[in-house]
């Protein structure tokens, strides 16, 4: 079953939105109750406990009151001194009914009954009309009343008291429930961040590594994009694109091999008539004409070296390993490079000093004699005459290090950073004496990375070039 794809980015991002802010609000909508239940809680506790205390100090203040009237009904026998008793016990009675409703313990409860029970048959006796003696003994119960009465409003402060700490039980209850919650929420958030920013970030990167394939030549492999649909669509592009750019590769190396065969021809016979002129076999020739026939050899020589160029970085861009690994000796193929110069060294009154070591490496021989022919090469150029070049070398446990070094006028800081770019001819390049294809430095750095090797600019003064080599030694059986 295919997985559901959102249709835009947009969409996926507004659906990260919303999925991270459901936790959030949760959050806000458990805190906002909790606050409300402790508030009402808190409230509740407040009425409790202010009310027990009122009530009690009222019902103390009823019965004295109900006692001097008691009392004065009972030296004067005046009937107003009776209502006035009578009043007070129908508010006595109301605020003992109140008081039991609160929250008392068993033992409260059984006092505000006595209490009840007492001062219902004292009130009883004032009212039948009992004789003086019997009304005025019954009046001292009024004593014992009253100390009942201040047991319950000493009761009603502890209720108050322990309405405050289950308050403060409840309120630590809510606080580590409240922390939990938190902090379930903020893991579920963190969760559904991750999941939302994989979801983001993983199709933006898989476009962006399909883009640097296809900026470093990789036209095989596929371009594939995961996500929201209208990613995807891209990555469909991409894909296209990389197809479309890899035709357009296979025609490119299909017409420079082609042009190559087609300038290699005539380039042959050209320097092959050259040759018959200069060996005299046509007949004897001048001066001048020794000087003519000697610039069409020089530049017949130049003219396949471009050609060469041409075609050896067109093979170095296909990236691909150097397909005969075999040892050889470094220092031998340097010699041997050397040789073929110095022709063009004696012509151009250049002294070259070699310092080599005997070093075996395993690789493409000829991918690292052209590496070192094209230094040379850019060495011999842009060295002014009667100066030196100098070609040593030392050698690692693990690495062969190859120095080459010119007197010319070095490379600008401004363009150390392109010299390895195909095509880039820096201003020195463009006043020598003749002028090149600008591929020397990005061939041999291809090549170099074949044999996983490097190719470095060592910045060591203001005049000359030092180009530094490192390739890996070949291990002993």
């Known amino acids: 079953m295919k997985r559901y794809r959102p249709k835009s980015f947009l969409i996926l991002l507004l659906a990260a939105f919303i999925g991270i802010a459901v936790p959030l609000l949760a959050g806000l909508g458990s805190s906002a109750y909790f606050m409300e239940k402790m ?20 019902l103390l203040e009823q019965l004295v009151a109900q006692e001097r009237q008691a009392r004065l009904y009972d ?21 003992l009914q109140r008081l039991s409703m609160f929250p008392f313990a068993d033992k409260e409860q059984e006092r505000l009954e006595t209490l009840q029970t007492m001062e219902n048959r004292l009130f009883q006796i004032i009212i039948d009309g009992s004789r003086p003696e019997i ?43 409240m922390l939990w919650r938190t902090f379930t929420l903020f893991v579920i958030s963190v969760f559904l961040i991750s999941i939302f ?43 296209w694109l990389r197809e479309r750019l890899g035709e357009l590769e296979k025609d490119k190396n299909k017409f420079i091999a082609h042009i190559s065969h087609d300038l290699k021809t005539p380039l042959a016979s050209i320097r092959e008539g050259a040759g018959l002129l200069s060996d005299e076999v046509t007949g004897p020739l001048s001066a001048q004409q020794k000087e003519v026939v000697k610039i069409l050899v020089n530049n017949s020589r130049l003219l396949q070296k471009h050609i060469e160029n041409i075609v050896n970085f067109n093979m170095a861009q296909a990236r691909k390993a150097p397909t ?14 050397t040789a073929d110069h110095k022709p063009i060294l004696i012509a151009n009154h250049l002294t070259l000093q070699q310092n080599l070591i005997p070093v075996i490496i395993k690789g493409d021989r000829e991918q690292v004699r052209i590496v070192i022919d094209n230094l040379l090469s850019n060495a011999i150029k842009h060295s002014p005459s009667s100066t030196n070049i100098t070609i040593s070398m030392q050698n690692t446990k693990s690495k062969a290090i190859v120095h080459i070094i010119d007197s010319g006028p070095g490379i600008p800081e401004e363009e150390r950073s392109k010299i390895f770019k195909p095509f ?9 004496r003749v002028k090149g294809t600008g591929l020397g430095l990005a061939i041999a750095k291809e090549y170099m990375e074949n044999h996983q090797g490097t190719i470095e600019l060592i910045i060591d003064g203001d005049n000359g070039s030092h180009f530094k080599l490192s390739l890996p030694i070949e291990e002993s059986a």
């Open 424 to 432: 880039f001819q820096g201003k020195a390049a463009q006043k020598g």
């Open 39 to 58: 508030a009402t809680q808190s409230t509740q506790a407040i009425f409790l406990s202010t009310g027990a205390i009122k009530e009690s100090r009222l």
């Open 75 to 95: 030296i004067f026998n005046e009937p107003a001194n009776l209502e006035e008793v009578r009043l007070k016990h129908e508010a006595i009675r109301e605020i």
């Open 324 to 337: 005969r690994k075999e040892p050889f000796p470094l220092d031998r193929l340097i010699s041997e490079v």
């Open 197 to 239: 920013v994989f979801l983001l970030i993983r199709p933006i990167r898989q476009i962006d590594k399909s883009i640097i394939r296809l900026g470093e030549g990789d036209f095989v492999t596929p371009v594939a994009v995961s996500g929201p649909q209208d990613l995807e669509f891209l990555g469909t592009k991409l894909d």
């Open 135 to 177: 009304r005025k003994e019954a009046l001292d119960d009024y004593k014992a009343i009253n100390n009942l009465c201040r047991e319950i409003q000493t009761a009603s402060h502890k209720l108050m008291v322990q309405e405050a700490e289950n308050l403060h039980k409840e309120t630590t209850r809510y606080q580590k429930l």
